[in-house]
C-alpha cells in the first residue's frame, strides 16, 4: 500500500503535532499523507535533542516548516500555527497525536492518582486538543479535518491504562463536542482513530505493554495486531475526502478487538 499513491491530498496542507520518532502514530500518518501528495508542517517539544530527531525524519518528506510547541503552553500553539501560515499557508488538516501522564500516575492504582498528576494527564492528553482546535481554526480552510488517536481504555477498564484511561475518555468526548461547534461553525471535521496497541515510547510507558500485544492477536476477529501502517491509511481516510461525510466519530482500528465480548 505505502507504495501506491492516488493523489488524495494533493494541494492540502496540514500540522503535525506528535511525531516523536519513525515508530510514532503521528509518523505513519504523515508518511501516507505525503505519499498523497499533502504538504506538511511538524512540531516538536523545545529542547534542541527533540527539534533534531523530527528534522530527521520531516525534511525527507519536504518538509520546512518544523516549529516547538509544548501543548501545555498557548503562546507556543499560537506562534506554531502563526509561522505554519507564515510558511506553508492556510491548514486543511491537523493531527493531534499526544499524550502524557507520569510514571507514578501511569503505574500507580487509579485511586491514589494525585490531584497534579491528573491536571497534568488531562492538560496534555485532552485540553490540547480543545486548544489545537481553538488557536489553529482561524488558520484552517473551511471543509478541513481534525484528527486525534485515542484507545479502546476510553470505554473499558483495562489492566494498567489508569489515569490514560479517563483521559482518553475525556478526549472522545471532546471530539464530539468540537465536531458539533466546528462543524457548525466552519465545515470542519473532528474525528479519533481508536488504535489498537502498537510499541512506541508511549507505548512502553504502560505496565506489561507486551502482554497486551500478546493478548490481542489472540482475542481479535483477525488474530493478529495492526500493522502501524494501516494507522496511516486509516488516518489518511479520516482526513481526506473519502471521510467527507464523518465526523465525531470514533474509528477503531484494532484488528476487530473491540468488538469481541470474551
Ligand atoms: P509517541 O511516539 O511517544 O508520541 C507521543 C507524542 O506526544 C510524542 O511526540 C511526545 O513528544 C508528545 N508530547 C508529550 N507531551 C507533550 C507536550 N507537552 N507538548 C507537545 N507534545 C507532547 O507515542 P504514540 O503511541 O505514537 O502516541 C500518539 C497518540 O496515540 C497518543 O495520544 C497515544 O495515547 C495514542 N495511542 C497510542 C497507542 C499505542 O499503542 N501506541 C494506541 C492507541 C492510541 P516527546 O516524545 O518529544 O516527548
Redesign the pocket.
Known amino acids: 500500500m505505502k507504495d501506491i499513491s492516488l493523489g488524495l491530498m494533493n494541494g492540502k496542507r496540514g500540522m503535525i ?5 519513525d ?5 505513519h500518518i504523515a508518511e501516507r499523507l505525503h505519499a498523497e501528495g499533502a504538504e506538511l508542517a511538524f ?3 523545545p529542547p534542541p535533542k ?1 527539534e533534531r ?1 523530527v528534522r530527521l525524519l520531516a525534511e525527507p518528506l519536504g518538509a520546512t516548516c518544523i516549529v516547538p ?4 503552553d498557548d503562546t507556543q500553539i499560537r506562534r506554531a500555527f502563526q509561522e505554519a501560515n507564515r510558511q506553508i499557508g492556510p491548514l486543511d488538516f491537523i493531527v493531534h ?4 501522564a507520569n510514571r507514578a500516575a501511569l503505574h500507580n492504582p487509579f485511586h491514589t492518582t494525585s490531584r497534579a498528576d491528573f491536571a497534568q494527564a488531562m492538560d ?2 485532552v485540553y ?1 486538543l480543545v486548544a489545537l482546535c481553538q488557536h489553529g481554526l482561524r488558520y484552517m480552510n473551511e471543509g478541513g479535518s481534525v484528527l ?4 479502546l481504555g476510553a470505554v473499558k477498564m483495562l489492566p494498567n491504562y489508569n489515569v ?1 484511561g479517563v483521559c ?1 475518555a475525556a478526549l472522545e468526548s471532546a471530539v464530539r463536542y468540537l465536531a458539533a461547534e466546528l462543524g457548525r461553525d466552519k465545515n470542519i471535521r473532528v474525528n479519533a482513530l ?10 512502553a510507558g504502560v505496565e506489561d505493554f507486551d502482554r497486551i500485544l500478546r493478548h490481542y492477536p489472540q482475542k481479535a476477529p483477525l488474530h493478529r495486531n495492526i500493522r502501524p501502517d494501516e494507522i496511516g491509511t486509516s488516518g489518511l481516510y479520516l482526513l481526506s475526502d473519502l471521510s467527507s461525510g464523518v465526523t465525531g466519530e470514533i474509528h477503531y482500528v484494532d484488528c476487530g478487538y473491540s468488538t469481541v465480548g470474551w
Open positions: 503535532f506528535g511525531v516523536a520518532n515508530r510514532s502514530l503521528a509518523w512540531t516538536h517539544l527533540m530527531r510547541c509544548d501543548v501545555t497525536a499526544i499524550a502524557y496534555i492528553s490540547s486525534t488517536l485515542t484507545y490514560m482518553k481508536s488504535a489498537g496497541p502498537v510499541q512506541t515510547l508511549s507505548a
